[in-house]
């Protein structure tokens, strides 16, 4: 049995599939079961990462578990308690969902362990908890999701510009169904056991670049407007979000605009056997959310 946590979110639901698919036995840990809409062969199961007794039956008599967590500052507490959870329950492998631009200590840009962007510092403390373990495990930390995307779905059905507030700056969008698959792969094969894996697409793309892609799919122009981040900033924070999210947030977006997330991998080639899929893949089989 494989427990998949955040089943219900971009990444869990599509490795619930994936792995249902190819026969596995599936444990599906979400908070609404009622409002799970997963394959029929999948056990669901409720839990949640603020209630530890619930976590203690999720993961009761499973193998693997694949840590996914909600994007936030809660991420370190959640991952302690799912960790320790499935360390009393002698789980075999875990299977953590990073983030690009985490780093520990002793790598590249983190000798003392502070990672180049600050959403490491939420994944930081799972992923060396994962290390010091005596536990299989494999750090998945995929570049930005071409499923972001979505967010200009209304502004692209209104026929007006999409928010740039990355400026020229390029990254390696990767198609969540590729970082399911190599998630897939790994719960499932000891070949990548101890490794961090950097999950991209094909290339690095900009917004600009990206907006190109969906008006050719689309057939009519997709336009892009600059956001200054602090403008970006004082909007988030208007619309409620939480500071420490905001901040992040920006973080992110001023690396990426200083050019610092133009990574390209071959990670996703040397697990599946096959090429990530570009964006326009994606693009294309994902239209109808971008049109009347």
Partial sequence: MILITGAT????????????????????MVREPSRADLPASAEVVRADFDDAP????????????????????????????????????GVAKIVKLSAIGTTVAGEPDGPDGRGPVK?????????????????????????????????????????????????AGAQGVIDPRDVAA?????LTSPACDGRVLTLTGPEALSVSDQARLLSRA??????????????????????GMDPAFVEVAIDGR?????????????????????????????AADHLHAFTA
């Fill in 54 to 89: 619930s976590l203690e039956h999720a993961v009761a008599g499973t193998r693997a578990v694949f840590l996914a967590t909600a994007p936030g500052p809660a991420i370190p507490r959640h991952d302690t308690v799912m960790l320790a959870a499935a360390r009393a329950a």
């Fill in 119 to 167: 959403v490491g510092t939420w994944h930081r403390p799972g992923e060396e908890a994962i290390r010091a373990s005596s536990t299989a495990w494999t750090v998945l930390r995929p570049s930005d999701y071409a499923s972001n995307t979505l967010r200009w779905a209304r502004a692209i059905r209104a026929g007006t510009p999409v928010p740039n507030m990355t400026g």
């Fill in 254 to 282: 001023a690396f990426v605009a200083a050019g610092r997330n133009a990574t390209v991998t071959d990670h996703v080639e040397r697990v599946l056997g096959r090429p990530p899929r570009t964006f326009a893949t994606w």
């Fill in 9 to 28: 979110g971009t990444i869990g639901a599509e490795v619930v599939r994936q792995l249902a698919a190819a026969g596995e036995r599936v444990r599906a």
């Fill in 182 to 186: 190599v998630a897939a792969a790994v």
């Fill in 218 to 239: 689309l057939g009519r122009v997709v336009e892009t407007m600059d956001v200054p981040l602090d403008v970006a900033r004082r909007q988030m924070l208007d619309s």
